[in-house]
């Protein structure tokens, strides 16, 4: 395994400037342990920008362009890194490298979330690999993990934090006692959280996260579009300070399981969860992401580090470059596609079943407690634990319930029954909580 | 990839069943994924349960066999698993598996951490893949983590919490207050620890999974007589209790990282260490094993799982045979192994650098505490902190201190100074510290 293998390298930002470091700066480790790989050519917008940074690297054997042709025409170039995100033109610019029988490798969730299976396909047809380690949990190397160590096993769940973002702020208000809104100008300043930080928020970036983790998990073709979702803009500071009394933390975690139910479905979710403190995924705080995954074989194993950031995306981008140059050279390359031979639908979200935590804002008077009973019983809901029951300034009580597992649909039914008692100001708060 | 891959299997203890249910159980799942696998032959000496075995988990196509040229004799055999551990005879099983060209999956750490670079070589010989993630941290999958997907990394610390017995005796005085000899006994009677628990409490069984590790994270050859190795036996409930409330857990841990003092060194050891209660390790608990990786690219990683037991052993032996499988369907048997290109020593216990905890009984007099501080000084060693100073009934007063990092032939000397002090009347404990 001596033969040098070449690479065009589409996109220099956070996450291409930091592959480029890694495969520069560790080439002769990386060329001792596997092949020698060197970054022949360099695709991105701002040419001079792109000169500098080869010079400053004094990477005598690089070169710039802005036309992405020239790397993917190119019959010296093994493998494409695409870097640059979103759908358009990063589709066109791997459709284009596997069409020409090149390896691609991509950080791109927005992509494969999206248009995964035909990538597959169109690698599998082209003898390529496609490889997207990076687009999931950054540095954490569990794609390759479900793909080939874990093999053998039935995946009987899987709790990822995903969200590198969403994860600081609750991490922040639960350790601060601060409400959402400052949290989240806290991550923006740090520079954790974009401008418009929806797509994080709102559990969109975890939801395409999970539909990769999940299709590969049941070897099925789930989309984006398939994922359940539910953000963290409502999660107040009083949930956060419940939760820990009743021995949770509050994590937005996405899920994916086989459903219980029907054997056809599996379930992939995003939401808010309490998690017991106990459990592994409670301790994964700040920026840091951490894939929690049930095997009917392994059992429980986790996966952390860290989700984002220059050169632990770099990492997982450098490890698939890496394993596509010993296919290459061992002529194995599209050998160990993904295959995608399940039929799976998603199970929807009103027959998925959860504990619940809520919390109702009610007048201070007699007989309220028995009229919620029954708004809960009339939709064959049970209650594990009334928990807390407190009077506030306005006069109105604070109360805060946990359910039995229930089907959602009958929560969603009970949850309309609450809303048309008068003696319910408001349900302030609906968290799945984790637990049988 | 539709061929069929036939494999023989050593051994039906508690490994080798779990590995032949998992095979047996899960054969659509893993043709589906990969390669249609099938045990062809199992040889063990109690042939009767063998053929029970067989009968029970209804395998048309496995026979019994007590000798085990039956298997590595067999042209149809591609794939031989080695699950009977020790030395002698696997050592032997394995040379004629790999010298016949055949695949050898094994999941013992003895064998590896003794004979591991003859094994390679004589595996690169005859282009045949032996593969041993099980041999660490059972379940798992962090040796190929670290030779795959972590390739593009300078691996800048290794920290494994890898031996279950060990973990459970420290987690269960830590949560009850219990001492040592108790929470042994509770091991043994739960079957966590053997009647004879020298292996695991002194460190050896963590020492040889070290030695594993270390040799790939450093591609050197690193054998288990090179790792300094301390036991748990004289960590007591007062060391664990001190150590919560100074913000630590004591772990045993095995470490590998360069040595900063020398380029051509590492450092492997395993011994009790006081890890702060915000580190990810620290919340590893009961028979639960976790490796703790930091890359330069990656930063920092933590895997996470069951490091023992039939069932998650046999997810790791299972992964290796379906990846020996898809070498072999693919034609690149032997072309992925471990490279130990690096001559590495190990750095002498003497020449490491730690920050320690020592616990003194001295006398209740005057002055002692000015003569111990002088008996550091001569060491050069500086403290961080005296922390506790109690009168025990004996008359006797209790010390604790936290030294500053110190070469540790300084610390053994000031140990023997203070030895020699008339106001010493023990050095109770002695505890490396993870720290600045």
Redesign the interface.
């Known amino acids: 395994?001596q033969k040098k293998i070449n690479v065009g390298l589409i996109g220099l930002g956070t996450v291409g400037g930091?592959a480029l470091q890694?495969?520069s700066q560790?080439r002769t480790?990386?060329g001792?342990?596997?092949v020698d790989i060197v970054v022949k050519k360099i695709c991105n917008l701002d040419l001079p920008y792109t000169e500098a940074r080869i010079a400053e690297l004094g990477l005598t054997e690089t070169t710039a362009t802005t036309d992405y042709h020239d790397l993917t025409d190119d019959p010296e170039i093994d493998i494409v890194i695409e870097l640059i995100g979103g759908i358009h033109p990063a589709l066109e610019m791997v459709q284009a490298a596997l069409r020409a029988g090149k390896s691609v490798v991509t950080a791109n969730k927005d992509l494969v979330a999206s248009h995964g299976a035909e990538l597959f396909q169109l690698a599998a047809e082209h003898q390529a690999d496609f490889l997207f380690?990076a687009s999931v949990a950054g540095?954490?190397?569990i794609l390759?993990?479900l793909k080939?160590?874990?093999?053998?096993?039935?995946i009987v769940e899987i709790m990822g934090i995903v969200n590198g973002t969403t994860n600081y702020i609750l991490s922040q208000m639960s350790s601060t006692g601060a409400d959402f809104q400052p949290c989240l100008q806290r991550a923006q300043e740090l520079g954790y959280a974009e401008a418009n930080p929806t797509n994080d928020i709102e559990g969109y970036d975890a939801a395409r996260k999970m539909a990769i983790l999940a299709s590969i998990a049941y070897?099925a073709n789930i989309t984006e579009d398939m994922v359940y979702v539910e953000g963290i803009g409502k999660i107040s500071k009083f949930d956060i300070d419940y939760a820990a009394q009743l021995g949770y933390v509050i994590k937005l975690v996405g899920l994916a399981r086989p459903s219980a139910a029907a054997e056809d479905a599996v379930e992939v979710c995003v939401y808010p969860l309490m998690i017991p403190t106990e459990h592994?995924l409670a301790?994964v705080n700040d920026v840091f992401n951490a894939v929690f995954v049930e095997?009917?074989?392994?059992?429980?194993?986790?996966?952390?580090?860290?989700g984002a950031?220059s050169?632990?995306t770099?990492?997982?981008v450098?490890?698939d470059?890496?394993?596509a140059a010993?296919h290459i050279v061992?002529?194995?390359q599209g050998?160990?596609g993904l295959?995608l031979?399940a039929k799976r639908r998603v199970l929807p979200i009103g027959d998925c079943n959860n504990k619940f935590y809520i919390r109702l804002m009610v007048q201070d008077k007699p007989k309220v407690l028995a009229q919620i009973a029954e708004a809960f019983a009339a939709s064959e809901i049970s209650l594990d634990s009334v928990i807390q029951k407190r009077v506030m300034d306005s006069g109105l009580a604070e109360i805060v319930l946990i359910t039995h597992q229930v089907r959602e649909a009958n929560l969603q039914e009970a949850v309309a029954r609450l809303h048309r008692l008068s003696c319910v100001d408001c349900v302030a708060s609906l968290i799945r909580v984790k637990g049988a």
């Open positions: 395994m930091g890694v495969l560790n480790l990386i001792r342990r596997s380690e540095g954490i190397p390759k993990a080939d160590s874990l093999a053998a096993n039935n070897n592994p301790a095997g009917d074989a392994l059992g429980q194993s986790m996966f952390y580090g860290r950031g050169l632990p770099a990492s997982a450098a490890g470059v890496i394993a010993r061992n002529g194995t050998g160990y295959r031979f």
